[in-house]
């Protein structure tokens, strides 16, 4: 498999080693987008499309400047223009429709949507999105897209009678998907299966899917996966077979107690390694998440070793979120400078 990370090294980056720093997905919005979207949504209310677009731009432009701002090598729009990783792309698949709202965890809910027909693919998705992205900044731009898995484990389905054919169905969709935001210019993009930490059995399913999923991807294109909250001991090493080249993994959470899961066998991808607990609101030190980024030196070298937070930030305050991506770079930058002065012992392999 090529290496995709070269390209995505700024050309003024200050030290000879590179650790890629970037983001998982979502971001927190601002509340006046939020508050758009309650008018867009009321019917009662003077807000029209025109004034929807405009509120969908101006956040966009502003979370992708504030990723910019942080110092990210890559960076996203936070996902301004989605509301939720399984109802976003239900609502653009033919075949789904939506009954109401499900409970899934605490107070919060989400519309979880039906397989009622062969599911198909009409239009693109995420081109609209990427391309904004890509016209407001200068650096590259990172594509997060809900896997197949998910997509047919958080959905009823009425159709199938399958979740490993429905998955498979999903799966050619993903990948039209993905060779549409490639032919609009996306370098790097992550597919997101949160599901397969929870059913860890299906992890053959997940893979034959995203044998589906990279079909005719060029080699120059970073393909990532995100997995998230599981024991990932039961998925690992056979994950190692998936045909991505970096894997994103929630471990801050845990406080790294599963890391030694991936020291044997070697882990031969990259490694995304999550150094920031999203679900909590303290903002980490730039020494804690030095510590946090050595510790993903005990599984790959440096040059296959990627720093982002676990997962996304959409559930923390906007200024909360910008100081940990903000003290993740600064500490990612610290360690490459230890590394490039030999203070830092590293794996070899």
């Known amino acids: 498999m090529t290496d995709t990370r070269a390209q995505f090294r700024p050309d003024d980056h200050p030290n000879e080693h590179f650790l890629l720093t970037t983001i998982v997905g979502s971001h927190p919005k601002p509340t006046w987008h939020d508050r758009a979207r309650e008018l867009y949504e009321d019917p009662e209310a003077d807000f029209d499309e025109s004034d929807w677009q405009e509120s969908l731009d101006d956040a966009?432009?502003?979370i992708t400047q504030e990723h910019d701002r942080a110092g990210l090598d890559v960076v996203s729009d936070g996902e301004m223009r989605r509301n939720e990783m399984v109802e976003f792309f239900a609502e653009r698949i033919e075949g789904y429709e939506f009954n109401g709202r499900v409970k899934v965890w605490g107070h919060n809910y989400f519309d979880k949507p039906s397989v009622v027909d062969r599911v198909a693919y009409d239009e693109p998705w995420l081109r609209e999105e990427y391309e904004f992205t890509a016209s407001v900044t200068d650096s590259p731009v990172k594509v997060p897209?809900?896997?197949?898995?998910t997509l047919a484990s958080w959905s009823f389905d009425e159709h199938y009678g399958s979740?490993?054919?429905?998955t498979y169905a999903l799966a050619?969709?993903?990948n039209?998907?993905?060779?549409?935001l490639v032919d609009a210019g996306a370098r790097y993009i992550q597919i997101d299966e949160p599901a397969l930490a929870t059913t860890p059995d299906d992890h053959a399913i997940v893979g034959e899917a995203l044998d589906h999923v990279v079909a005719d991807v060029p080699e120059d294109v970073r393909l990532g996966l995100h997995v998230c909250y599981g024991d990932y001991s039961r998925i690992y090493p056979e994950i190692l077979d998936y045909p991505v080249e970096e894997f994103d993994l929630e471990l801050a959470n845990g406080d790294f107690e599963q890391i030694d899961v991936f020291k044997e066998p070697t882990f031969e991808k990259d490694l995304a390694l999550g150094v920031l607990d999203v679900h909590d609101a303290t903002v980490e030190s730039v020494d804690q998440i030095e510590a946090n980024i050595r510790k993903g030196l005990e599984?790959?070298?440096p040059e296959r070793l990627t720093v982002s937070p676990d997962c996304g930030l959409k559930l923390l305050d906007r200024d909360v979120a910008y100081q940990k991506m903000a003290n993740m770079v600064e500490a990612a930058r610290s360690v490459e400078a230890d590394l490039d002065a030999g203070?830092?012992?590293t794996v070899q392999h």
């Open 60 to 62: 966009a432009r502003l």
């Open 145 to 149: 897209i809900t896997g197949p898995y």
């Open 163 to 166: 979740e490993e054919e429905l």
């Open 172 to 174: 050619d969709l993903v």
């Open 176 to 180: 039209e998907e993905i060779l549409d």
């Open 299 to 301: 599984v790959v070298p």
């Open 343 to 345: 203070r830092i012992d």
